[in-house]
């Protein structure tokens, strides 16, 4: 079989819930979040996971809590990677998209011009998260050329790999993908190259959980 990567954002926080700026460490799941994480391990705590990946933020660990409980045998270790952290925001720390507009404008433009390049306040550029978390996705692909791979990070960082492996522009990462709280995005690595198989998969999510997309 070939290898395939299982890419599951973190389930909703405060900061989400109200649309919040968030790459901080020591953030907790909502009950709601915390359901989330459950309903997930509930469904796929059967598939054979050849290893585990994470960002090391509290919220993106939090969401493999109940999958460890429920594989306590046949869990692989989870293998945190910096790489894997949400797109520091710098400045725009808890900050709402109004807010930093007020705050930090000519900054804010920039930025939605071109993410890639430009970074929020004090933060990072998208092009850099591009680089850390395509390391991390050598790694698995050099190490696993097979198999099942879990990997949890965040809204920014999801996108920007999901871009990175599509062949799209980091810059337009922002304007192409949604990525809602506790999708699932499956993307098979044949020989052919990546094939997108599950984008924003919430079917194992019970219809009162289950986020909105936009449109």
Avoid at 31 to 41: I, L, Q, T, Y
Wanted: aromatic share 10%.
């Amino acid at each position: 079989m070939p290898l395939k990567l299982y890419l599951l954002r973190n389930g909703e926080t405060e900061d989400c819930k109200a649309r919040r700026y968030c790459s901080r460490d020591g953030i907790s799941l909502t009950p709601r979040g915390e359901a989330m994480a459950g309903w997930f391990a509930e469904t796929y705590q059967n598939l054979h996971w050849t290893a585990i990946f994470s960002s090391p933020l509290n919220h993106a660990l939090a969401m493999l809590k109940p999958l460890c409980g429920a594989l306590k045998t046949a869990m692989p270790d989870i293998q945190t990677r910096d790489g894997l952290r949400e797109l520091n925001f710098g400045n725009w720390e808890g900050f709402s998209a109004d807010e930093v507009n007020q705050k930090f404008h000519d900054d804010y433009m920039r930025w939605l011009a071109d993410p890639a390049w430009n970074a929020p306040t004090g933060g990072e550029k998208g092009i850099r998260v591009a680089r850390r978390s395509s390391a991390v996705l050598t790694e698995i692909e050099d190490r696993y050329p097979s198999g099942n791979v879990l990997i949890v990070s965040h809204k920014g960082t999801l996108r920007i790999m999901l871009c990175s492996l599509l062949g799209v522009d980091v810059g337009r990462y922002r304007d192409r993908l949604t990525l809602p709280v506790a999708s699932l995005t499956v993307v098979s690595i044949a020989g052919y190259g990546p094939f997108v198989e599950a984008l924003n998969d919430f079917t194992y999510l019970p219809p009162d959980l289950r986020p909105k997309l936009p449109g």
